[in-house]
């Protein structure tokens, strides 16, 4: 793929042309993810002090002391639906990079090739499923009083739980299965190339697939620190994009190491507030 040195994909359109150099730098959308980021936080804050009112009847909406209008959902859906781009479409860049040389190699050949925009339609796809999966799961978590009405965990133990399940799946064999895929795409496509637009959208849901399976346990923790804290959306983030890169198993066992912890001192302080010697 010497044609393709230096991310100059020539022989695609020049709308996939694009795509394919912005992905060839992942630390560019990282900092603008992280930067759209810090945005919507600030946006949320300012639109919490101008509409305590709205923000009111969405919070009781989910904590069971009215009904669920599809206004509620909606937003709480919009919400998870950003969060969840902004936070694993850095991570993609290998993959979705990867497709576009590829693509780029064979139109030189003349053979017949898809836009990568569809293999990143298909990923996306599955990460706005995850997203509705994730609206559902705060209603019922929020309903059954594990968070609170603003989203943030209101039990140090489920905090805790949260935090050690996605440290022990660091080190789980499909963990480090399916983030072999995320790291290595190239056998993916060279085994299960696709010169139509739907078969190239199934290769992007595939890949999707993957990543959601190397990924989910760690975008759970969002729950035990606030869905809309937007410094963990950012750190998980980059801990996510730094994996996919290829760093090996030291720095995903690390990370593992780093959430038991920090899950063991949730437990601890949970335990500490009703041990029996606090109460004199």
Known sequence: MSEAAGY????????ASRLGAVFARPKTIAVVCVVVLAGLGWITLGLQAASVSALDVLCRAF?????????????????WG???????LPSAAPMILTYAEIADTAARKGEP???????????TAVWFGFAVAATLAQLVLTRAALLDPITTSA????SGAIFIT?????FSSLKHACLTQCQSPFPFFFSNWSTTPRGVFRLGVKQGLYCLGCCWAMMLVMFAVGVMNVIWMAALGIVMTIEKIGTGKRFTYAVGVG???????????????HWPGNII
């Open 8 to 15: 100059k994909l020539v022989h695609l359109s020049p709308a």
């Open 82 to 88: 950003a969060m969840t781009l902004a936070m694993m």
């Open 63 to 79: 904590s069971g002391s009215g009904p669920v209008g599809a206004a509620s959902i909606a937003v709480v859906a919009a919400m």
């Open 113 to 123: 090739v898809v836009s990568p925009f569809m293999i990143a339609a298909g990923f």
């Open 259 to 273: 959430l038991i912890a920090i899950g063991i001192a949730f437990v601890l302080s949970a335990f500490a507030v």
């Open 155 to 158: 039990s140090g133990l489920f």
């Open 166 to 170: 996605a440290g022990a799946y660091q």
